[in-house]
């Protein structure tokens, strides 16, 4: 049986009103394929931190899927100007994925690499991390995945002034990568 049903928009449509149900409050969803509010769900799977629903309009029987995750203390950066800034794992991503680009390694690495250095600035005493120690710990993670794509991202943060600079640090990988 074909349906003719238009695909549902990429995220649900959350309802600014919470309602009773059996686990307590929840926010009421309404149906991506015709609007109802009257959904139940079918099937919940949870996984690293985030929680995966399954679920069923009454009125249209249509299936979509929401993801919950919790949310957490924002994380502040602390520039070397002082400025501060919200920590943006879109903005590391892309520039692990510059570091990384034509490089043996999968999107599945990167993600895994992005959860350890998420997980470890949030292990940290207080909400604001020094950009230093960010960046430290994206090159110590790098250096472990991949050398090439932790000598690209070095050259980038450390900003070498000079050939001999970058050499140097070339050099600190050599005894590293014969064992």
């Known amino acids: 049986m074909t349906s003719t049903r238009a695909p549902p928009p990429a995220v649900p449509t959350w309802v600014g009103r919470r309602r009773a149900g059996a686990g307590g409050l929840e926010w009421a969803l309404r149906c991506p394929y ?26 249209c029987a249509g299936r979509f899927t929401t993801y919950e995750r919790p949310e957490i203390a924002r994380l502040l950066i602390v520039k070397k100007d002082g400025r501060r800034e919200e920590f943006n794992r879109a903005k590391l991503r892309s520039g692990i994925e510059k570091a990384c680009a ?34 430290e710990e994206v090159m110590e993670k790098l250096r472990a995945l991949d050398k090439v794509a932790y000598i690209r991202f070095a050259s980038v943060y450390r900003a070498f002034a000079d050939v001999s600079s970058f050499e140097e640090e070339v050099r600190k990988l050599l005894p590293a990568a014969s064992n």
């Open 34 to 59: 015709c609007s109802s509010r009257e959904t139940k769900v079918v099937d919940k799977r949870d996984g690293d931190g985030v929680t995966r629903r399954r679920r069923r309009c009454d009125r």
């Open 102 to 135: 034509k490089r043996p390694g999968s999107a599945e690495a990167i993600e895994r690499l992005l959860d350890e250095i998420e997980v470890e600035l949030r292990r940290r005493e207080g909400l604001e991390v020094p950009a230093a120690i960010l960046g």
